[in-house]
């Protein structure tokens, strides 16, 4: 009974975060983390590790809505993914020389942050607003090795950097930034989630049912982001990135996960 109840609640979990994933651009750490430490109560480099995989099925199904509606930026979108991909496979074995309640911690503390930045960092570019080509292609290199190490050292996918960073560094409109932070994310998250297998930071059993509810989730997440407008999907985000982070601090400072 137990352990029904486990593969329910990780289904469950998967459509949950494939939905954020599709509206946010997010790779779905951001909620599975959490759940998986706090519900589940698995260590927490399981937790930090597990939740990468998922992001490869769950972005590239959320990439091709936005695809198919042609606002995905494919140039910029590599650069990072390659430049992301070498940091992401660093970053996930420096994780070997952290506490989980550490990184824990450490992921609760930068999503915070992120959150307010964005939520007051302006209404974002005007229509025709556009970086040169070639400043352009260095700010995404830069762009994807910092999401690509984040991604690798807090297990995310990396879009808690790629969306804001997209809107306010590469001045992408916002919906640009949440299709091309998951085309990016589904390539650079392979890497990242080798490393974190070969050091036995990944849970098949969790991961598999999750993995298959996110690319539903990630479907009716994309088609709902699509149909939003520019402000409130930006504000809606913030809003959620907080919510998280104060959980996540909350439940590793006061001990709720066991």
């Not at 409109?173 to 998951?182: I, K, N, P």
């Not at 907080?242 to 709720?256: D, I, N």
Request: hydrophobic residues 55%.
């Amino acid at each position: 009974m137990e352990f029904m109840f486990a593969q329910l609640f990780c289904v469950l979990l998967g459509l949950a975060t494939g939905v954020l994933s599709g509206t946010f651009g997010l790779g779905g750490g951001a909620l599975t983390t959490p759940a998986m430490r706090d519900v589940l109560r698995t260590p927490g480099h399981v937790a930090l590790g597990t939740p990468l995989p998922i992001v490869i099925p769950t972005a590239a199904s959320g990439a091709l809505v936005f695809h198919r509606r042609g606002l995905l930026r494919y140039r910029v979108g590599l650069v990072c993914a390659l430049a992301g991909s070498v940091t992401a496979v660093l970053a996930a074995g420096a994780t070997a020389y952290f506490g989980g309640r550490e990184l824990m911690l450490i992921t609760s503390a930068y999503i915070a942050v992120v959150a307010v930045k964005f939520a007051f960092g302006g209404k974002g570019p005007k229509p025709k607003a556009r970086v040169a080509p070639q400043r352009l292609m260095y700010r995404a290199a830069l762009v994807g090795l910092v999401a690509g190490a984040l991604s690798g050292f807090l297990g995310m996918g990396g879009g808690i950097v790629l969306v804001p960073a997209m809107v306010l560094l590469l001045n992408f409109r916002m919906h640009e930034a949440v299709g091309t932070s998951l085309m990016v994310m589904s390539i650079y998250a392979i890497p990242g989630s080798v490393a974190h297998y070969l050091l036995g930071h990944v849970d098949v059993a969790l991961l598999i049912p999750i993995a298959l509810g996110s690319v539903l989730g990630a479907q009716l997440g994309a088609r709902l982001a699509v149909r939003t407008r520019e402000r409130r999907l930006k504000l809606s985000f913030s809003a959620f990135l907080f919510v998280v982070a104060a959980f996540m601090a909350a439940t590793e400072l006061l001990g709720w996960y066991g």
